[in-house]
C-alpha cells in the first residue's frame, strides 16, 4: 500500500490551494487526495481548541454540550449495536471521549471502558458524574498497559493533529483483530460540494484534516487496518446546535441573526434527526 502523505509529514507532492478559511489555507494533495490545513503552532494546540469555550461557547464545537446528553448516550448504544454484528463486547478506547455519553452507551451495553479526552472540565464530569475511567490529555500522552479490543475515533478523526502518530499508536493498543470506529465528515458528499467553503466542516484550527471513503481508507490501509463495513448513522441533535453550525456555516446575509435567533427561541430545545448525507460510520479491522 502506498503512503498516503499526511498533514505534517515532509510530503513532496504538489499541494494544491483549494481554498482559504478563516485565514487558514486549505490544500489538496494532488497525488493522493489528502485534503488538510497546516496549523503554524502545534503547542498547546489541544488546549486552545478544546477550551471551555469549544463545549460552551457555541461556535463550531457544542453550545452546550451537556445539553446533548441524552443523546450522545443514545448514540453510543446505537454504536454498540451495529459493533455487536462484528464482536462481542470487550475493552473500548473512547479518543476525544468529552464528557463520555457515548462511552457510557457502550459501558450500558457491556463494554469495559476507557477514555481520554484534551478538556480537563469534561474528563472531571465524565470522572464524577458518570463515574468513569478518563485521563486528562491526547493520545499521544496516554500510557497504559491494556490491549484493547476496540478504539472510537467518533468526530475526531479530522482533529488528529498527527495523523500519522496517532494511528500508529491506535495500532499499538489494539489487540490482534481489533476493531476502530470512526465517524467522519465525508468531504466529497453531495451536501459538502454543494455548500462549497461554506460546508460546516470547514472549521480550522478545531478542523484540521478532512476525509472522503477513499482517503480515509488509504491512511487506515497504510497503517496496518482494513475497512471492514461502513454506513450512516441515525444521528439526532439539537435544534440549538443546529442552529449555531448553519449560523457559522452561512454567509452573513440581513436578517440572518434575527431568524436564527427567533427560530431557537421557538423550536431550539427540540431535538431533530440530523439528515446525515454527509457524515459515515466506518469500521476498520487490524490486519
Ligand atoms: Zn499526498
Redesign the pocket.
Known sequence: MKK??SSFAA?K?EKKLLLVKKGFPIKE?T??G?RFTQLKEMEGHLDKVYSDEYFFGGKDGYPGYLLEKDLLLKSGINYAKIISKYTKPGKLLDVGCAAGFIMKGFEQSGWDCYGVEPNNTMAEYGRKELNLTIQTGSLEDYTTDIKFDLVNLIQVVGSLYDPDKSLSIINSLLNKDGLVLVESWNMKSIAARIAGKYWHEYCPPSVITWFSDKTLSQMFEYYGFQLHSKGRPVKKININHGLSLVGESTPNLPLKKPLLKLLSKAIGKYNMRYPAVDLKWYLFKKI
Open positions: 498516503a502523505c510530503c507532492e494533495c497525488h493522493c489528502h
